[in-house]
């Protein structure tokens, strides 16, 4: 009895590796404290009220935003420990499984459950206030998006202490992912923490779409909509169209494993190309996903910060969208070597190219918008900058890696990891870290303080190119990715030797971030203003934090950059008592975070191939759906005298 | 004073490892892909540069802008540059930035068209090209020569100014074959042949790797390509025939297995081994035309 148990324990938990087992203890520790603190102050009640059940789309950006940070740290320790794998030649620190894993867990991570959290942590801070709503269009629905990814990230993460982790890369191409290479439970892992997050990423694409095109308050034509809100309403229609195929691909995978079918092995007349395509045909639009709305971010903050309206606005618009439906005609450019004909890799290379155009344009547009304007360089105009120079280098090498021919000698080479780093980190994360900076004393209430600011920026950015420009060169020397180690032979010592410590460089960049958030917390400037940058859109009309009901009276617009307008004009952003009205609001429910709950058990028996877990998990969640589609009192009245006294605590009321 | 001194040592960390790297890295030697030594990476080497130089063109001038804009548009008291806070729009400048794009992507493009042509026929007319059939296997190359009837495992040689068509396989999770100074890869996968043209001007020993990761020995899947002169080829291949041992269907079984192997050499491999590892792995599903490089005609119907 106690060795059949302890032989179950010794597959169940990961053992073996001592990084592992300080994993366990850091994890445990953690949790530990975690548990300690709402007992200790008694919170946990006031946990459950204020978040756990929260529908204030507001308060489900903030979630999204930690976790994508905790996502951030975790990927950031998974590249720190993969760099110093490969920092001299023949280095015993990982063993090759343990080196695929993780770089397998760190792209998944970072865009899974790191880009794509913290892009919809921003959407849900900004688009309402931005077009000036009280809320998404679905509140209920944008709470189970948000617990859906947080238990799918969950049930990803589990894998590195319990089962093991997917080491066939973050896009698990078979037949390496399949049951015969990869027997473990790693895959299963990846398939389910990716299907739950990934109907959340669905849902979000829904809501915003809908909340975007129902719900602009009055007077907001779709061509008045501040950038942010156009790029926000491109991305969520390509994931609208993305994520699904992605569900069906994983699915299949899954039966294959599962059941044993033969989609994806040549075996019983399946095929991987199928698999390679459908995967693919998701991929690239994904990347287009989590840029557009950060070139949305750049559009607002390049423009406030130069005090000018936005350079072109209608070609901004046009590239935009141009760029998402382009975004669907490019996938093959991932596989050019594997054997399509040489007009179906001229067509791909064609249409990756164009892409470059109307990026190239926003670039143009956005200097365009500084030329003759007044320009202050706050931290987040600070990331926009550093941006500018690092996507136009990485949009260059990615003309470079389009042009099929060459793209035989670039394909899985070191070079083409430097390529998307530089469009990932210098376009994705620059962004939403402006963004970040941009909407946080919209969140909070308060500045982050510029010093602390300043170090993490510089770190960054020279740690950035410290780190990724040596690996344009690895790859023209011949080396591959996704390789554990090397010999001295090849000459790469050097440049691998610097490109780690360019990655050191930017761990303590965010070392400091985080130092920064927690010095800023106490003793960051406290903007009472509710206008901190001298803004020009919606969002900057109102107290910050903004009051939960958004807008106690909902603002008319006419045109563009409306809020600039009215400061222009000397008008005021006060509100007549004799407006208010109480305001019909959404109730929190528990249901969501349950039901999310139990589509984590469900997940973790479909991964260990257990029946009774899998038929408790869909019980409940089926459970959950009955429970609210019964529930009634759904909603409330937030009554009059509660808005005035809200709105005269900021002085707002005349 | 002093965090000054700190944030200027970063900098200064940053200065001397860009200048370590412009040092240590860029001896061209090492700089494999742009140091050709065939007809085929040649091609692609004048393409990289093309992409380069028309990627300059933009990227440059733009970069310079940029630093223009920035130090005469600061918000500081007393700028006296002009300011046009409506200013939005510009009919002339827009036509001018889609407009040099869409140029230098067109001049790019065609060049792109006529290379993807180019790779997929034999770099030479003049001269009869030789068959090598590549299959990867867990975690090792597998070489045969069809018309000599020898085999190696984990190098290759060939023969100086003769195009290599290599048929490419894969008998385990799906590799690529990369020789980098000879022109790009291509993938081998399982129940399919790929074609790749190949071909060395000059003899000498070429480094070669699997460039798409296959688990766990995946970081050692390395061959060297040894080119000769046709003459020393010959005779390689008659040593090969005269000391080598004759691959069985059991030394291939082993070769399957997961792990590692050194260099080896066989006189003779069974009959059509390629063909049917093919068509165990489901080449039956997949009638591809025999004469042509791609999958274009390939029947996947089944
Ligand atoms: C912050 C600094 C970062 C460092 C130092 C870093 C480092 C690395 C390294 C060493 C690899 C493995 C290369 C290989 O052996 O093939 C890798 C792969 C990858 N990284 Fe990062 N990374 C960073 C940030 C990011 C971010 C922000 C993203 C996405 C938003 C990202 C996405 C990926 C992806 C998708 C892969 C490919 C994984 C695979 O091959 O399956 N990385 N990164
Ligand atoms: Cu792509
Ligand atoms: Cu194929």
């Known amino acids: 009895m106690l060795d059949n148990l302890k032989d179950f324990a010794s597959h169940f938990f990961v053992t073996g590796d001592p990084l592992i087992y300080g994993a366990d203890v850091a994890i445990g520790l953690t949790m530990a404290a975690i548990i300690f603190v709402l007992f200790y102050f008694k919170k946990w009640g006031w946990l459950w009220r204020e978040w756990l059940t929260t529908v204030d789309h507001k308060k489900i950006g903030i979630m999204y935003i930690i976790a994508s940070l905790l996502m951030l740290f975790r990927g950031g320790v998974d590249a720190l420990l993969m760099r110093a794998q490969l920092a001299l030649p023949n280095i015993h620190f990982l063993q090759s499984e343990h080196y695929n894993e993780i770089f397998t867990t760190h792209g998944t991570i970072m865009i899974l459950f790191m880009a794509m959290p913290l892009m919809f942590g921003l959407f849900n801070i900004a688009v309402p206030l931005q077009i000036g709503a009280r809320d998404v269009a679905y509140p209920f629905l944008n709470a189970l998006s948000f617990w859906m990814f947080f238990f799918g990230a969950m049930l990803f993460n589990l894998s590195f202490v319990i089962g093991g982790s997917p080491a066939a890369g973050w896009l698990a191409y078979p037949p390496l992912s399949e049951l015969t290479t990869s027997p473990g439970v790693g895959e299963n892992f990846y398939i389910w923490g990716i299907q739950l997050s990934g109907v959340g990423s669905l849902a979000s694409g829904i809501n915003f779409t809908v909340t975007i095109l129902k719900m602009r308050t009055k007077g907001m034509k779709l061509m008045d909509m501040p950038l942010f809100s156009w790029s926000v309403l491109a991305s969520c229609l390509t994931i609208l169209l993305a994520f699904p195929v992605l569900t069906v691909t994983l699915a299949l995978l899954f039966i294959d494993r599962f059941a044993g079918a033969h989609f994806f092995t040549m075996l019983h007349g399946g095929n991987p190309m199928m698999y390679v395509n459908l995967i693919w045909m998701w991929g690239h639009p994904e990347v287009y996903i989590v840029v557009l709305p950060a070139f949305g971010i750049y559009s607002e903050v390049v423009s406030t910060f130069s005090k000018k309206k936005i350079f072109g606005y209608k070609s901004m618009v046009f590239s935009l969208m141009i760029i998402s439906v382009l975004g669907y005609f490019t996938w093959v450019h991932h596989f050019f070597t594997m054997g399509a004909s040489a007009n179906v890799n001229a067509f791909f290379a064609i249409t990756t190219m164009a892409i470059a155009i109307p990026t190239g344009v926003k670039i143009f547009n956005w200097l365009f918008t500084m030329f003759r304007g007044r320009i202050r360089i706050t931290q987040p105009m600070l990331w926009t900058l550093a941006f500018i120079p690092t996507f136009l280098v990485g949009g260059a090498t990615g003309v470079m890696l389009a042009v099929a021919p060459a793209d035989y000698q670039y394909h899985n080479s070191y070079f083409l990891i430097a390529h998307f780093h530089q469009t990932l980190i210098g376009g994705v994360v620059f962004g939403y870290l402006a963004g970040l900076y941009y909407w946080w004393p919209k969140m909070f209430g308060f500045k982050l303080n510029v010093k602390l600011g300043l170090w993490a920026f510089w770190l960054w950015n020279i740690g950035f190119y410290v780190c990724f420009m040596p690996q344009y060169a690895l790859g023209f020397m011949g080396m591959t990715r996704r390789v554990y180690t090397y010999g001295w032979d090849m000459g790469w010592a050097p440049l691998n030797l610097i490109s780690s410590i360019g990655a050191v460089f930017m761990g303590i960049g965010f070392i400091f971030q985080v130092w920064q958030i927690l010095y800023s917390i106490k003793y960051g400037e406290r903007d009472t203003t509710g206008d901190p940058w001298d803004g020009h859109t919606l969002e900057w009309s109102i107290p910050s934090p903004a009051p939960e009901y958004n807008f106690a009276v909902l603002p008319e617009v006419k045109g563009r950059d409306d809020f600039w307008r009215r400061k222009e004009e000397g008008l005021d952003n006060k509100i007549k008592e004799k407006d208010l009205k109480p305001i019909h609001m959404p109730k929190n429910s528990g249901i969501p975070f349950i039901m999310s709950a139990f589509w984590f058990v469900a997940g973790f028996g479909f991964t260990f191939g257990w029946t009774w877990m899998i038929v408790i998990g869909l019980a409940g969640v089926a459970g959950c759906m009955l429970a609210r589609s019964f529930s009634k009192n759904n909603d409330y009245y937030i009554p009059v005298e509660q808005i005035r006294k809200t709105e005269s605590k900021y002085g707002r009321l005349v | ?302």
Not at chain 2, 17 to 29: I, K, Q, T, V, Y
Not at chain 2, 159 to 175: I, S, Y
Not at chain 2, 286 to 301: L, V
């Open chain 2, 1 to 302: 004073m002093k965090k000054r001194g700190l944030l200027n040592g970063i900098k200064a960390a940053g200065l001397v490892a860009f200048a370590a790297f412009f040092l240590s890295g860029c001896s061209s030697d090492q700089l494999i892909v742009l140091d050709p030594k065939g007809p085929v990476g040649r091609t692609e080497l004048h393409l990289i540069y093309l992409s380069v130089l028309l990627c300059a063109i933009v990227v440059i001038p733009v970069l310079a802008i940029l630093v223009y804009i920035l130090v005469r548009y600061r918000d500081k008291p007393g700028n006296k540059a002009l300011y046009q806070p409506k200013w939005d729009d510009s009919k002339v400048l827009e036509v001018i930035w889609w407009g040099i794009p869409i140029v230098i992507i067109g001049i790019l493009g065609v060049y792109t068209v006529k290379g993807v042509h180019t790779l997929t026929k034999p770099p030479v007319k003049n001269v009869n090209p030789i068959t090598i059939q590549v299959t990867s296997l867990d975690w090792k190359w597998l070489f045969e020569y069809p018309d000599q009837g020898v085999a190696t495992v984990n190098y290759v040689e060939i023969p100086a100014g003769v195009p290599v068509q290599f048929e490419l396989t894969a008998d385990g999770p799906m590799n690529s074959f990369w020789v980098p100074q000879l022109g790009g890869q291509e993938y081998t996968m399982p129940g399919m042949a790929m074609r790749l043209w190949l071909q060395a001007d000059q003899p000498g020993t070429y480094f070669g790797s699997g460039a798409n990761f296959t688990g766990e020995g995946f970081a050692h899947m390395r061959f060297n390509v040894i080119a000769k002169p046709q003459s020393e080829f010959n005779q390689w291949v008659k040593h090969v025939k005269d000391t080598a041992p004759a691959m069985t269907n059991d030394d291939y079984a082993k070769l399957k297995k997961q792990g590692l192997s050194h260099v080896k050499s066989y006189s003779s491999y069974p009959e059509a081994r390629f063909r049917k590892v093919i068509d165990k792995n489901g080449g039956q599903y997949m009638n591809m035309d025999q004469n042509k490089n791609d999958m274009s005609n390939m029947d996947m119907k089944h």
